[in-house]
């Protein structure tokens, strides 16, 4: 597709449960970041992956969260044991990764809420 | 610590006017500055960048100045219309290291009639 798109738009699951959030970059797009925004907060850094590999995932919380992107293209942020507190929009972005002056573009998040 | 501060939450404008939204950043390494628009249910739309070796850049109704000695900038929206009300987040990139961008909390732009 022509922009980032997540799957899925909203989620609702019991604590304790596992969930998986799925992106899918803009096509030829080798740098991706996963973002969470709480109420009234701006995006937060969780993870940055360039290609294959985590680059950076400073930004993960504790263990229960993990990231993969196997194929250099699609992501999936796993989460185990959801926590209530884990509520909110995760964000996918992608960008070309060359460096320089460039933009990330967004796709429209996926609204987990943890029950 | 917030390394990217919006410190007004929200901005109410008529329509017509000039939109003034504030941005300040603790970082010296940050050296590349984004303007993202964010609807109710919806991701970020990128809207206008600059990069610390400019002080100003302009696209249509929209210009964002930066002051780099006093880690400050500010986008300009003229004339301000209904359609511009959003969240409004200012973000910031390390271009050496490209792993993240910083954003701030936002701020929420108003456009009355």
């Known amino acids: 597709g022509a922009g980032v798109s997540q799957t899925p738009s909203n989620k609702v699951t019991e604590k304790g449960k596992y969930v998986e959030l799925r992106c899918d970059p803009i096509?030829?797009?080798?740098?991706l970041y996963w973002y969470r925004q709480s109420l009234g907060q701006g995006p937060e850094f969780l993870i940055y992956?360039?290609?294959?590999?985590?680059?950076?995932d400073s930004g993960l919380p504790n263990d229960r969260f993990f990231a993969v992107r196997p194929e250099g293209s699609v992501s999936t942020l796993k989460i185990q044991r959801t926590e209530r507190g884990d509520s909110a929009v995760y964000l996918c972005?992608?960008?070309?990764?060359?460096?320089?002056?460039?933009?990330?573009?967004f796709g429209q998040g996926t609204r987990l809420t943890v029950v | 610590d917030q390394q990217v501060k919006q410190n007004s939450p929200s901005l109410s404008v008529q329509e017509g006017r000039i939109s003034i939204l504030n941005c300040d950043y603790t970082?010296?390494?940050?050296?590349?500055f984004l303007w993202y628009k964010k609807y109710p249910a919806e991701g970020p739309t990128f809207l206008i960048s600059?990069?610390?070796?400019?002080d100003k850049n302009e696209d249509g109704r929209f210009t964002v100045f930066l002051n780099k000695s006093a880690k400050h900038l500010s986008l300009h929206i003229v004339p301000s219309q209904p359609g511009d009300s959003a969240v409004y987040f200012c973000?910031?990139?390390?271009?050496?290291?490209?792993?993240?961008?910083?954003f701030g909390t936002g701020t929420r732009l108003q456009v009355t009639l």
């Open positions: 972005a992608s960008s070309t990764g060359q460096g320089g002056y460039t933009e990330a573009f």
């Open positions: 096509s030829g797009h080798t740098a």
């Open positions: 992956f360039q290609g294959t590999g985590a680059a950076d």
């Open positions: 970082n010296s390494m940050f050296d590349y």
């Open positions: 600059i990069s610390s070796i400019k």
């Open positions: 973000a910031a990139w390390n271009t050496g290291t490209a792993s993240k961008l910083t």
